[in-house]
């Protein structure tokens, strides 16, 4: 039961690792990083106690779970990365749309963050 749990909670980990991973390569790509290490670094911390508490430790419902995530999001372009404001928010609605896309899409209750039932 213990290392069940252990194991889950390293898939977790490594889950919310690879999503600021994600969300950080794709608003690089559109977007200039910002030179302020300590913002990218707040930022990325931020969003990663996110996405590792929306699985087990918050339970939310579906809705605010969406808006919460895509306020994070934009957090994370806000602090760090340096552009234009409007750009920031529709590369991260964007973001969020694929992340939604993918988790419907996957049907596997273990990441559909978005939409549990």
Known sequence: ???NQLYQLTINI???VFSVYLLNAYLEIFLV???NRNKVLISNLIFGVWQLSINKLIILPQTINII???LMTILVASLAFKDNYWKKIIFSLLFNAV???DCTSSNYKQTNRYFRK
Do not use: E, F, Q, V
Request: hydrophobic share 75%.
């Open 1 to 3: 039961m213990l290392i």
């Open 14 to 16: 490594a889950l919310a």
């Open 33 to 35: 990083i910002n030179t």
């Open 68 to 70: 919460i995530s895509i």
């Open 99 to 101: 992340a939604a896309d």
